[in-house]
């Protein structure tokens, strides 16, 4: 009997030890993840408690935890079984954001300026409806099962698409949401935010106000190997600062989202471990460090806010759109965007016509050029802030797609050749939702 109760005493302490090392450093990401998931998800697109819990917070050991709406207040505040409250408060035009207790709420906070499209025209270019137009060249009953294909049907939760539209020659072709969602939905784009982030460059670069081929502007990096790191590189990730992003376990990416004050930051303490221009390596943080490189383009805080959506949201009519910062005011450029799945597609479609819009010339056409070619090293699959079809990732779709992506599947594919854009919005992403059938099924519907 003695010697089980050591057997099971040193059992226990392992156990513990286990716990300790391995799974209460969790705590504070699962806490903080579901805390800020669902404030954005409620307070942005009005979702009930229970359908963000079912559906956005999808992740391994969420359901160890409790969330408690305020409504009043506009706060989620987030425990796992009872440790580690995390709580998110919602502003008006700032979003959801994760907070820590140092975080003064009664501060006063700028907000940006919005500006709605009005001009009686139909999508894309004004907000009312398209007039039905038929285009001979469009199977469309292959069109619409490519579209039906991409839904769970009979209650099953394979491939969670949440939405679909495909745009050719401007007209919407095909839509189709699924039970919840409809063409009002504010949808989560995840990393889809970096191509939003990385298009300011190049609108500041068409206002003659950025040379991205410069040194980037960090003071830190000034003394050191890192100052020959550039804008261009880090544009193009491949700067060779040292990331990690594995969203399966405590990284550099989920400590910056779920714990950082400041996102812009993080990248910056980084070390070189690789060759600036020469060491392609995916990172969110980069992207946020992009964020603070745009604040610094402006005097005040009001200026930086409002250039988002002044120069390109609400110019193109992404009325729905919503970028939300961090506990520092800055826009986390590299996960947090919203918008409607037509809204989406609006940015995709400004690609297609590679920066002009309805006329205006938005950023220079050689912009297009620059993002979707291939970045040294990444093996033909990324340009800048863009990913692309060079190398052939989805081997039954043209070369020349290049796309928007985001955790979970989020995808805008712009098709140059095909005067086609493609959004899918869902909760799965390869392997388990197969993008190569859905972009080629609906490729094979354009005769």
């Not at 005493?9 to 579901?34: K, N």
Request: charged share 25%; glycine share 6%.
């Amino acid at each position: 009997m003695k010697k089980f109760l050591k057997i099971f005493a040193v059992l226990l302490v392992l156990v513990l030890v286990y716990i300790r090392i391995e799974i209460y450093p969790q705590l504070d990401l699962l806490s903080g993840f579901s805390a800020k998931s669902v404030a954005s998800g409620h307070f942005i697109d009005n979702r009930s408690v229970e359908t963000i819990q079912q559906g956005d917070n999808d992740i391994d050991k969420i359901d160890w935890v409790t969330n408690q709406i305020n409504d009043d207040e506009h706060s989620v505040t987030t425990n796992v079984y009872g440790f580690k409250e995390r709580k998110a408060i919602y502003r008006e035009g700032l979003g959801a954001t994760l907070i820590n207790d140092d975080f003064d709420v009664s501060k006063p906070y700028n907000v940006p300026k919005r500006s709605k499209l009005n001009n009686n025209l139909p999508f894309p270019y004004g907000n009312l409806e398209q007039k039905d137009t038929v285009f001979s060249n469009i199977d469309y009953k292959k069109l619409n099962v490519a579209i039906e294909n991409a839904f769970d049907k009979n209650g099953e939760k394979k491939k969670r698409t949440r939405s679909v539209i495909v745009i050719y020659k401007d007209k919407i072709i095909a839509e189709k949401y699924a039970d919840g969602f409809n063409k009002n939905s504010k949808i989560l784009g995840w990393s889809m935010t970096k191509s939003i982030t990385g298009t300011l460059f190049g609108i500041l670069q068409k206002q003659d106000k950025i040379d991205i081929t410069q040194p980037a502007p960090i003071d830190e990096w000034k003394n050191d190997e890192r100052s020959k790191i550039t804008t261009n590189d880090l544009l193009q990730m491949n700067s060779g600062l040292e990331w990690e992003e594995n969203y399966s376990k405590i990284c550099d990416a989920t400590k910056m989202l779920f714990i950082e004050e400041d996102m812009t930051k993080l990248q910056i303490n980084k070390p070189l471990v690789g060759k600036p221009n020469n060491t392609w390596n995916y990172s969110s943080g980069t992207t946020n460090l992009l964020s603070g490189i745009l604040r610094k383009q402006f005097k005040t805080h009001q200026e930086y806010l409002d250039f988002w959506y002044t120069n390109l949201l609400d110019k193109i009519g992404m009325n729905s759109a919503i970028v939300e910062t961090d506990m520092a005011g800055n826009f986390v450029g590299s996960s947090y965007g919203w918008a409607t799945t037509r809204d989406w597609a609006k940015f995709g479609l400004l690609y297609l016509h590679k920066g002009n819009w309805n006329g205006e010339q938005i950023f220079d056409e050689s912009w297009t050029k620059y993002v979707s070619t291939p970045t040294n090293t990444s093996n033909g699959n990324y340009g800048a802030q863009f990913w692309l079809n060079t190398g052939g990732r989805f081997p039954n779709v043209p070369k020349d797609m290049f796309y928007a992506s985001g955790f979970q599947g989020q995808m805008v594919a712009i098709f140059p050749s095909n005067d086609l854009v493609i959004v899918r919005m869902g909760l799965k992403e390869d392997p388990e939702f197969d993008f190569n059938v859905l972009l080629s099924g609906i490729l094979k519907s354009l005769k």
